[in-house]
């Protein structure tokens, strides 16, 4: 008998034939939005395989409902924070995610938006298409340059070292990173900081840490109070590290300069919340990773996260944990 495999999503083009020639009995969710919750609970019954995405919750009801079977769970992310990890473990589930191929994307993405929030580009492309934009004027729409300035990584793993490399060849000529442990290969390139020194001294803080206790709502107001007036905040990692509501309350009262966003919470953001009035924050729909490239790669992990699973073979991306 085949092994049952659930997949939550549809993958991209490449992937999906590909997922499709694989011998075990796919279940998959063939539309373009969440697998209903009662679906997954009761499809996940007898599977040995499980193909998510973060906006699947992999909690411990989920995964008991699966029974002994499940062998492998991989998330199409290199984020897990959706993934019940003492459950998995309990149940000796091996747990698969895609980091690396997203690292590219997703540094680019966080330049994007720190680019996006220094330069005002949002007010920029409002005006523009308004009729705001009248002759050249030397007071208008000036925002801030990287050259010469400090850059603080609040997480400097794979994604942060990539901004923090992208930032350096924009000029950026210190920086500062806080994070679990200092990294002596940085030694030279990157100051490890506390994180008060890190918030007072930064022209641009930038967020890629995973969302973990110790990093849930690290950017609160006496954070953002902390920052320079002209600072730059951007947060590529998970809306949780924020704590929303003093966000907006500290561009609203402009104790920083700006924000660029790529996670919220929750997501989606309702198109009413307060933070989409500010012309200071420049948000997008959490598509870090959105390149054709970055896409295909994940789901080709994916699924050899799957096959190696139900062999019981160590998996291509392994979470040790
Ligand atoms: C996206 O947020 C990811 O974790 O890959
Ligand atoms: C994850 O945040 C990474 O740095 O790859």
Redesign the pocket.
């Known amino acids: 008998l085949a092994p049952k495999v659930v997949a939550t999503r549809v993958l991209p083009q490449h992937a999906q034939a590909r997922l499709k020639e694989q011998d075990f009995e796919l279940v998959q969710w063939p539309e373009d939005s969440l697998m209903p919750r009662d679906k997954l609970l009761s499809d996940i019954k007898g599977a040995e395989g499980l193909l998510c995405v973060l906006g699947d919750k992999i909690d411990k009801e989920l995964l008991e409902a699966a029974g002994p079977n499940l062998k492998v769970v991989t998330t199409m992310s290199?984020?897990y924070d959706h993934i019940d990890l003492a459950t998995a473990k309990k149940n000796n589930i091996k747990v698969g995610y895609t980091?690396?191929v997203?690292?590219d994307a997703?540094a680019d993405l966080t330049v994007l938006l720190t680019l996006a929030a220094a330069r005002k580009m949002k007010q920029g492309i409002r005006a523009a298409e308004n009729g705001e934009w009248r002759e050249w004027r030397p007071n208008w729409l000036c925002g801030y340059q990287f050259a010469g300035k400090t850059l603080g990584m609040v997480?400097?793993?794979?994604?942060?070292?990539?901004v923090a490399n992208r930032l350096r060849a924009f000029g950026v000529n210190r920086v500062l990173y806080w994070g679990r442990s200092e990294k002596p290969e940085l030694k030279g390139q990157a100051e490890f900081a506390s994180m008060d020194q890190l918030l007072k001294e930064s022209d641009y803080v930038v967020a890629?840490?995973?969302l973990t206790p110790e990093t849930k709502e690290l950017f609160d107001y006496e954070a953002f109070k902390k920052m320079k007036d002209t600072a730059i905040f951007a947060n590529s990692?998970r809306g949780a590290v924020v704590k929303q509501e003093d966000l907006v309350r500290a561009l609203q009262e402009n104790l920083i300069a700006g924000a660029g966003l790529d996670v919220t919470t929750p997501e989606p953001l309702p198109t009413d919340h307060p933070l989409f009035k500010l012309d200071n924050c420049v948000i997008l729909p959490h598509i870090g990773s959105a390149t054709i490239e970055a896409r295909e790669v994940m789901g080709d992990i994916c699924i050899d996260n799957i096959t190696s699973g139900l062999k019981n073979e160590k998996l291509r991306c392994e979470l040790n944990y």
Do not use: H, K, N
Not at 155 to 162: D, P, S, T
């Open positions: 290199v984020g980091p690396d997203l690292t997703t997480g400097m793993g794979r994604i942060g070292q990539a890629c840490c995973a990692a």
